[in-house]
Nanobody, 121 residues
Framework: QVQLVESGGGLVQPGGSLRLSCAASGSGFSVGTMGWYRQAPGKERELVATISRAAFTDYSGSVKGRFTISRENAKNTVYLHMNNLKPEDTAVYYC???????????????WGQGTLVTVSS
């Protein structure tokens, strides 16, 4: 079974920075596109950024220029570097990965448990 484990959330002041990490654990799998989504209180989950295995990236307009997504394929890990954070960035951030099992080729999107980011003075 493949699990995504996130870390790095917390409380930060407006204008501050945080780095989120997400590692896929388990055995017998490969990871394709990875991404970060977020869900603010009372709102739907939305895309923040994605990165392909070849490091092609895509960002939502609200974070472009402030957030950077990166990954280490050898560690099956994705990062989200967040700069110039704003109160409207407050949300639970979820990691997502497209995982393919070596045994039977079954593939599915897998989600992490979420990590809370609060931007407040």
């Amino acid at each position: 079974q493949v699990q995504l484990v996130e870390s790095g959330g917390g409380l930060v002041q407006p204008g501050g920075s945080l780095r989120l990490s997400c590692a896929a654990s388990g055995s017998g799998f490969s990871v394709g596109t990875m991404g970060w989504y977020r869900q603010a209180p009372g709102k739907e989950r939305e895309l923040v950024a994605t990165i392909s295995r070849a490091a092609f990236t895509d960002y939502s307009g609200s974070v472009k220029g402030r957030f950077t997504i990166s990954r280490e394929n050898a560690k099956n890990t994705v990062y989200l570097h967040m700069n110039n954070l704003k109160p409207e960035d407050t949300a639970v951030y979820y990691c997502n990965a497209f995982v393919t099992l070596d045994t039977n080729g079954a593939a599915r999107y897998t989600w992490g448990q979420g990590t809370l980011v609060t931007v407040s003075s």
